[in-house]
């Protein structure tokens, strides 16, 4: 099994299930140090209710909470950013700069994720995305550090995901908020040999180069856990991130070859094909694919369009 990993409760850290799709899928977290709260990432808008019970918890209100930090603002991290502020009186919300037009006015993105899962399902899985007032949105530059009562977050620009996202460093407990820098493993797939990963190349702005950098970067502070969304805490950093970069070349090496084909067929081509790689990497790791497939079957599906809109811009 994975390694045993330190009581990150002790240390102020709090992982909030948000509820979105299934139990253990979407996490948010909560920092807490000497009476004051910062919440990186928040799910939809119908978290709201968890992330106030995980303050409510720990004896505060949401009075004391002075920032929500977003690893960047798709909607499984930040749509209910909006709806969660207006019970945060003095909250300020930090995002990478490309990323705050898209709180300040939701619309497109509320758009184009109708447009791909229909009004019905977008009501259903996320609810409102509400507009943020300007004057709370704070945009984080590459290295900067905010306080929290004496305690220093670390934001750096982590592109590859995404071109707007960032990742954030408690060195009090040596580990990184990592957002979808650093892939996706669910706590069901920890196996003999230890925890089960894998990268995230969803839609639209996947980048292999920057990602494995933005990877670099993390592993170069020595850390001793990533607090991943998808979902919560894992250890074996260094393996893990290796493992990662070898993924990366190998599902570029996928989408190259797949490319050949017909283009009409291209993205369940990398479905499948990468449907197989990972069910070879469940067996390698002492897993069972009849376990692995079907628990990451959104993300194969979210890795094979990903890895089209990749291939459509021009390999880089």
């Known amino acids: 099994m994975g390694e045993q990993l330190p009581a990150?409760?002790?240390?102020?850290?709090?992982?909030?299930?948000?509820g979105l799709v299934r139990p253990g899928f979407d996490a948010a977290w909560l920092v807490v140090e000497?009476?004051?709260?910062?919440?990186?990432?928040?799910?939809?808008?119908?978290?709201?209710?968890?992330?106030?019970?995980?303050?409510?918890?720990?004896?505060?209100?949401?009075?004391?909470?002075?920032?929500?930090?977003?690893?960047?603002?798709?909607?499984?991290?930040?749509?209910?950013?909006?709806a969660l502020l207006a019970?945060?009186?003095?909250?300020?919300?930090?995002?990478?700069?490309?990323?705050?037009?898209?709180?300040?006015?939701?619309?497109r993105?509320?758009?184009?994720?109708t447009a791909v899962y229909g009004a019905e399902e977008m009501a259903r899985s996320y609810g409102q995305v509400l507009p943020i007032d300007p004057a709370r949105v704070h945009c984080a530059s590459d290295g900067q550090s905010i306080d929290l009562a004496g305690r220093a977050l670390l934001c750096i620009d982590t592109p590859g995901h995404a071109r707007h996202h960032l990742c954030v460093?408690?060195?009090?407990?040596?580990?990184?908020?990592?957002g979808d820098t650093f892939g996706i493993?669910?706590?069901?797939?920890?196996?003999?040999?230890?925890?089960f990963i894998i990268p995230t190349t969803s839609?639209?702005?996947?980048?292999?180069?920057?990602?494995?950098?933005?990877?670099g970067r993390m592993l170069a502070l020595q850390p001793q856990a990533m607090h991943l969304t998808h979902y919560a805490s894992v250890g074996q950093v260094e393996r893990l991130g290796q493992q990662l970069i070898e993924q990366i070349d190998a599902m570029v090496a996928i989408a190259r070859q797949q490319a050949q084909g017909?283009?009409?067929?291209?993205?369940?081509?990398?479905?499948?094909?990468?449907?197989?790689?990972?069910?070879?990497?469940?067996?390698?790791?002492?897993?069972?694919?009849?376990?692995v497939l079907p628990l990451l079957a959104i993300d194969i599906r979210l890795n094979a369009q990903g890895l089209v809109c990749w291939l459509q811009r021009g390999l880089d």
């Open 109 to 113: 993105l509320v758009a184009g994720a």
């Open 203 to 215: 839609p639209v702005q996947f980048e292999p180069g920057p990602l494995k950098h933005s990877i």
């Open 262 to 291: 017909d283009a009409q067929t291209l993205e369940q081509r990398l479905f499948d094909a990468l449907s197989g790689y990972y069910a070879g990497r469940a067996e390698q790791a002492g897993l069972s694919p009849a376990q």
């Open 8 to 18: 990150f409760s002790a240390q102020g850290i709090h992982c909030i299930d948000t």
């Open 185 to 195: 493993s669910y706590r069901e797939l920890d196996g003999p040999h230890g925890h």
């Open 34 to 82: 000497q009476g004051r709260a910062a919440f990186i990432d928040c799910g939809t808008s119908h978290a709201v209710p968890a992330m106030l019970q995980a303050l409510a918890r720990l004896g505060l209100g949401p009075e004391a909470v002075d920032w929500l930090i977003l690893t960047h603002v798709h909607l499984d991290h930040a749509g209910g950013a909006g």
């Open 87 to 107: 019970h945060l009186p003095h909250a300020r919300v930090l995002v990478h700069p490309r990323g705050a037009p898209h709180l300040i006015d939701p619309s």
């Open 169 to 178: 460093f408690d060195a009090r407990s040596r580990s990184w908020f990592t």
